[in-house]
């Protein structure tokens, strides 16, 4: 399979004024594809709280429980899987504009081939069924890791170019290409819309994603990294999201990066929120190469995820910053929470939930 870059521009209807634009929004039914996980769920909160009718796709699990029951209530849920073509053609019947956050996120090698399957097929599957019914608008959620991450010290905008590099994660390669699926579609006509949070922070189910984070910090974990990456809290991904989906703007790409704070600055707050030991110890370059050997072989004698892998700990280590400018200027309205305050709202959260 071939995969070709396209390059975007901004675009206007210019049938119809932004106001007639969010209007007909307004009045149709937003599909959103990963409407379980963490970011998705915020995303269908916010949909729903601004009026919007939300169909959402989703397996035979549960509804996640960070989200109150009321605003479930008011989805049209469709059992399917983006990669089962005959659901995301029931789930798109009638769908003006589609929002694609189902993703896998791993850093673990042996998950390499479920993340291509899912974020590179699946996402191929979304795009390919939206333009065979015509979706206007697509959204999609790719990661700065699809910008693509260097060994040296980096500031990344929008206007970064993929290049190969062992800093890429096999989770990386997977957004990427999976974007690629995206701007095909722009080339096919349909508008699209790239968005590449940072690590995302919040409340949510602290067993998986970003949220794995409070979970280490709180069970005291003691080591820390001299490396630096870019944040942004979970409620205002959601609401870029759906202020972008909404704009008249289109076949762009936006970073959505709160602040970039030094890893250990942040597990530092997470700590002290959660009145725990904040972490002491150095992890050198050389000790995370010990480390993340350490916890390959006892995975495989306990059958447990490791807690650090070869890629996990590269990202670690690495210093780069992300520039939001772009979308600051896009949406001169809406500004960031201050990670601070979304450390703080996690962490009472998340000791309310504690037994």
């Known amino acids: 399979m071939r995969w070709e870059e396209k390059a975007g521009k901004v675009t206007t209807n210019t049938t119809e004024s932004s106001e007639e634009q969010q209007k007909n929004i307004q009045l149709s039914t937003i ?3 990963g409407g379980t996980g963490f970011l998705g769920a915020y995303i269908i909160k916010e949909l729903v ?13 549960g509804l996640p429980a960070f989200i109150p029951s009321s605003i479930f209530e008011k989805v049209e849920w469709v059992e399917g899987d983006i990669l089962d073509v005959v659901s995301l053609e029931d789930a798109m019947e009638g769908i003006d504009t589609v929002i694609h956050a189902a993703a896998v996120v791993s850093f673990d090698p042996g998950k390499k081939h479920t993340l291509f399957k899912v974020n590179i097929e699946g996402t191929a599957n979304v795009v390919n069924i939206a333009l065979e019914k015509n979706v206007r608008r697509f959204v999609y959620i790719s990661s700065v890791a699809a910008l693509g991450r260097t060994a040296k010290e980096t500031k990344v905008t929008e206007e970064k170019k993929w290049t190969k590099s062992k800093s890429n994660t096999h989770y990386a390669i997977s957004k990427y290409f999976a974007e690629m699926e995206v701007w095909r579609a722009m080339g096919e006509g349909m508008e699209v819309m790239v968005l590449n949070p940072s690590t995302i922070l919040g409340y949510g189910d602290w067993n998986s994603s970003s949220c794995e984070i409070f979970k280490t910090v709180y069970n005291q974990f003691p080591w820390y990294t001299e490396g630096v990456n870019g944040f942004v809290d979970v409620e205002d991904v959601a609401k870029v999201t759906v202020a972008l989906m909404k704009s008249p703007v289109s076949n762009e790409r936006f970073i959505v990066s ?3 704070l030094p890893f250990r600055q942040l597990m530092n707050n997470i700590a002290d929120n959660f009145g725990k030991k904040r972490p002491s110890k150095h992890a050198t370059p050389f000790l995370m190469k010990i480390a993340w050997r350490m916890e390959k072989l006892k995975s495989k004698f306990t059958g447990k995820k490791p807690l650090l892998t070869k890629q996990s700990a590269r990202v670690a280590q690495s210093k780069t910053y992300f520039d939001n400018t772009k979308l600051l200027n896009t949406l001169p309205d809406f500004s960031f929470t201050p990670l601070t305050q979304t450390i703080e709202k996690a962490c009472k959260r998340y000791k309310q939930q504690l037994p």
């Open 31 to 33: 599909l959103i594809t």
């Open 258 to 260: 709160g602040e970039n």
């Open 49 to 61: 709280q601004q009026g919007y009718q939300v169909r959402a796709l989703k397996r035979s699990r």
